[in-house]
């Protein structure tokens, strides 16, 4: 079952949210639990969840863009004057993705996905963006499947880190995301 979660289900759930995160990108300790529970006092806060019974398999959860914030401060100078004017003037940021290994496969993503894509407080914003790495083509494919496009290459947290890719979507004057 997909269900949509506003913050206070979300962080009644967090504990189950971070540890999804850190067995999907191994990365224990990360520091996530403080930065998924910033996010959810963002305006706009809505996450998808992926159920089995009560069994959390997986999320997408996002809010809206805004001055001040990382993606407007790092990301947005990164992308072409045209995506920067068209793409960060007002958005919605599908912040994390997330399914359980052993849950992959059967659909999961695609369903959070448009689920999270119909969502109210996605749809408000003429633009939804995310950001993937740039070596997980399977993520990749998906999200253009939905609609998304490639906005910045190459996009890098730290000069030696892994390459992301930042793709958008257009969600004004646009048709449903293509099976």
Request: proline share 5%; net charge neutral.
């Given at each position: 079952?997909?269900?949509?979660?506003?913050?206070?289900?979300?962080?009644?759930?967090?504990?189950?949210?971070?540890?999804?995160?850190?067995?999907?990108?191994?990365?224990?300790?990360?520091?996530?639990?403080?930065?998924?529970?910033?996010?959810?006092?963002?305006?706009?806060?809505?996450?998808?969840?992926?159920?089995?019974?009560?069994?959390?398999?997986?999320?997408?959860?996002?809010?809206?863009?805004?001055?001040?914030?990382?993606?407007?401060?790092?990301?947005?100078?990164?992308?072409?004057?045209?995506?920067?004017?068209?793409?960060?003037?007002?958005?919605?940021?599908?912040?994390?993705?997330?399914?359980?290994?052993?849950?992959?496969?059967?659909?999961?993503?695609?369903?959070?996905?448009?689920?999270?894509?119909?969502?109210?407080?996605?749809?408000?914003?003429?633009?939804?963006?995310?950001?993937?790495?740039?070596?997980?083509?399977?993520?990749?494919?998906?999200?253009?499947?939905?609609g998304f496009e490639d906005g910045v290459r190459e996009f890098r947290f730290t000069p030696d880190g892994d390459t992301k890719r930042v793709m958008g979507r257009r969600l004004r004057d646009v048709g449903p995301p293509?099976?």
């Open positions: 079952m997909i269900a949509r979660w506003g913050r206070e289900r979300f962080l009644a759930r967090l504990g189950d949210v971070v540890a999804i995160y850190e067995t999907v990108w191994a990365r224990a300790g990360s520091g996530q639990r403080d930065v998924s529970a910033r996010r959810a006092t963002c305006p706009d806060f809505v996450c998808a969840a992926a159920l089995e019974d009560e069994r959390l398999l997986g999320f997408a959860y996002g809010s809206a863009g805004r001055p001040g914030e990382w993606w407007h401060e790092r990301v947005a100078p990164a992308a072409s004057a045209a995506a920067r004017g068209e793409w960060f003037a007002d958005y919605f940021v599908i912040a994390e993705v997330a399914v359980l290994p052993e849950a992959q496969g059967r659909g999961l993503g695609r369903r959070l996905m448009e689920e999270l894509l119909a969502a109210p407080e996605v749809r408000r914003h003429p633009v939804a963006l995310l950001m993937v790495d740039d070596a997980n083509e399977r993520a990749r494919a998906l999200y253009r499947s939905l293509r099976p």
